[in-house]
C-alpha cells in the first residue's frame, strides 16, 4: 500500500499556501486539505501530480476534482462540527475526507456501481468511515433527512425538488449549476418554502446524470 511520506506532507503544504493564494480563506477547510492524503486517491500514473491543482480521472468517466474547486465549494458550506451533510457524488471520496476531517457527519450517494463499490472499501482502509450509499442523487436520501448541508460534486442542469426539501431551514445547498459549463450556486433555505440564491463564478464538473438515465 501507498505510504503518507514527510515529502508528500510538504508538497501538501505547499498546496494550502497555493489555495490561500487563490483567495481560500477558511482555516478549518485548509487543515483539512492539508490533512487528507490526496495522492492515495489517485491512479499511480498521476501521483507525481498529486498536489498540483489539477483535476485527474479516476475511471467510470469520472473525476477527482481540483483541490481548489474542493476547498471552494466547501468553504462555501460554512461547516460547523457535528453537522449533517449530504454529498451527492461520492466519486474518489477525496471531497468526502475533507468533510470527515472537518468533523462533519457525511452520507454520500454515488450513482456508478463501479465507483461506489470500490470508495466504500478504499476510505475505511485509510482511516475514514462514513454513511455510504448507492443511488440516484437526484432523489437524495429521505431516510436521514433534514441535512444541515448539501453539496453536490457534479454539474447539475437544475436544482432537485428532493434535496431542496431535504435541507433544514437555515441550512446550505452548494450545486454547480449548468451544462457545458457550470456557476458555483450557493442554496440558501430561509424558510420552508423560500430560498436565497447566490452566484460564485463557472466551473467545469462532470455531469449529475438524470435519474431517467441511471441504472445498474
Not at 485527474?56 to 476547498?71: D, E, K, L, Y
Not at 431516510?143 to 434535496?163: C, H, N
Amino acid at each position: 500500500m501507498l505510504q503518507d511520506t514527510y515529502r508528500h506532507k510538504g508538497l501538501r503544504r505547499q498546496l494550502v499556501s497555493l489555495l490561500k493564494e487563490k483567495g481560500i480563506e477558511s482555516a478549518e477547510v485548509l487543515k483539512a486539505i492539508e490533512a487528507v492524503p490526496r495522492h492515495l486517491f489517485l491512479n499511480s500514473s498521476f501521483i507525481e501530480h498529486a498536489y498540483e491543482d489539477k483535476a485527474f480521472p479516476i475511471g467510470s468517466g469520472q473525476t477527482i476534482s481540483r483541490p481548489h474547486t474542493v476547498a471552494f465549494q466547501t468553504e462555501l458550506l460554512n461547516l460547523k462540527r457535528g453537522e449533517k451533510v449530504l454529498e451527492i457524488g461520492t466519486g474518489s471520496g477525496y471531497q468526502t475526507c475533507v468533510l470527515l476531517e472537518m468533523g462533519a457527519k457525511v452520507f454520500t450517494i454515488e450513482r456508478q456501481k463501479e465507483l461506489f463499490d470500490k470508495t466504500k472499501v478504499f476510505l475505511p482502509s485509510i482511516g475514514y468511515d462514513t454513511k455510504f450509499f448507492y443511488g440516484d442523487g437526484y432523489k437524495g436520501n429521505w431516510v436521514f433527512a433534514p441535512y444541515d448541508k448539501i453539496i453536490i460534486t457534479a454539474g447539475a442542469p437544475m436544482i432537485p425538488d428532493d434535496l431542496l426539501n431535504q435541507l433544514k431551514v437555515g441550512g446550505r445547498m452548494v450545486i454547480p449549476l449548468g451544462d457545458k459549463i457550470q456557476t458555483m450556486t450557493l442554496i440558501e433555505k430561509i424558510a420552508d418554502k423560500k430560498f436565497e440564491k447566490t452566484e460564485y463564478g463557472e466551473f467545469k464538473f462532470v455531469p449529475l446524470l438524470e435519474y431517467k438515465e441511471w441504472g445498474d
